[in-house]
């Protein structure tokens, strides 16, 4: 209960910036510290650290008694996501890369200073064979399953097609994509009526992206694959749903980008910023909780910062 203690103090001091006279959290505005790391990216090294402790947000039991299971869940959205899950009584397995066991280890103590039981399942979501192994070793770990969360992603900017190689474009859609439909097939024999999927979209999915033209039809795939299973499950209860965020301060962009384009990260939106991952999180709760969402299936939400146009 000691080591319990000590993390969720550090994962509070993680929210940091709360100014209780008016209840709002001061979030790290653009321009951010200039900065390159090499993929897949650190959470741990990244300058500011992204938050994900969610200080303001107070569980009220809504996930209480489920399992979930979320890809890429060692930093970023799936760090968040975890961490919030566990705040609302769930246990969590989380997928992450042998270069990402830093993170993987922080987001487990995160979870566990929750109350919760953390599962770390290291895999890389473009092999089927290891998707499958995920969902076998969750569910013996836990004995049964109730949420997935699609989250993994792959992302490399390239000034035009030119520069885009079939290699890179065959792992962005391994991951992307191909790697929702491998974690999907792999749990739906597990996931009873009253579950849960839930997809991590983008906006570039709607409006598209110059320089990712990968990445962006992987999204918009994503979209579409929702929308779809959302109609092929519903007859069985099962509920999907996808969240597409703006830019969010993760290390998909600093493991991507150059340090000046990371510095303006998000500066384009109308609220001058990037989202911090607790400010996502919440959309997977929403989705997830048969209490929030249980008329809710097929929908892709946009989080913008104060953009209201999409698509």
Request: hydrophobic share 35%.
């Amino acid at each position: 209960m000691a080591t319990a203690r000590k993390f969720r103090t550090k994962a509070a001091d993680n929210g940091a910036g709360t100014n209780k006279k008016v209840g709002r959290l001061k979030q790290p505005k653009s321009p951010m510290p200039a900065q390159h790391q090499a993929k897949p990216g650190e959470e741990a090294a990244l300058e500011p650290r992204p938050k994900y402790a969610a200080p303001l947000y107070k569980g009220s039991g809504k996930l209480n008694e489920k399992v979930a299971l979320i890809t890429g869940g060692d930093s970023g959205i799936g760090r968040a996501v975890a961490v919030l899950f566990a705040r609302e009584g769930a246990d969590v397995a989380f997928t992450f890369l042998k270069e990402e066991k830093r993170d993987a280890n922080e987001t487990q103590q995160a979870i566990e200073a929750e109350g919760k039981d953390a599962l770390a399942l290291q895999a890389d979501v473009t092999d089927p064979k290891a998707c499958k192994k995920l969902v076998e070793q969750t569910v013996k770990k836990f004995g049964k399953l109730d949420i997935l969360v699609n989250n993994a992603a792959f992302q490399q900017h390239q000034d035009g097609l030119d520069e885009l190689s079939e290699d890179q474009w065959d792992r962005t859609f391994k991951t992307n994509i191909y790697g929702y439909f491998y974690m999907t097939k792999a749990a739906l024999p597990h996931l009873r009526e009253g579950s849960a999927i839930v997809n991590t979209g983008s906006i570039t999915g709607l409006e598209g992206s110059k320089e990712l033209l990968d990445y962006a039809s992987t999204k918009g795939a994503i979209h579409a694959f929702t929308k779809s299973l959302a109609q092929n499950l519903v007859e069985r209860g099962v509920r999907v749903n996808c969240v597409a965020p703006g830019p969010v301060w993760t290390p998909l962009n600093p493991s991507d980008k150059q340090p000046e384009d990371v510095a303006e990260f998000g500066a384009d939106t109308p609220m001058k910023r990037p989202a911090q991952p607790e400010e996502i999180a919440p959309a997977f709760v929403y989705f997830a909780s048969e209490a929030d969402s249980s008329y809710v299936t097929g929908e892709v939400l946009t989080l913008l910062g104060g953009e209201t146009t999409a698509g």
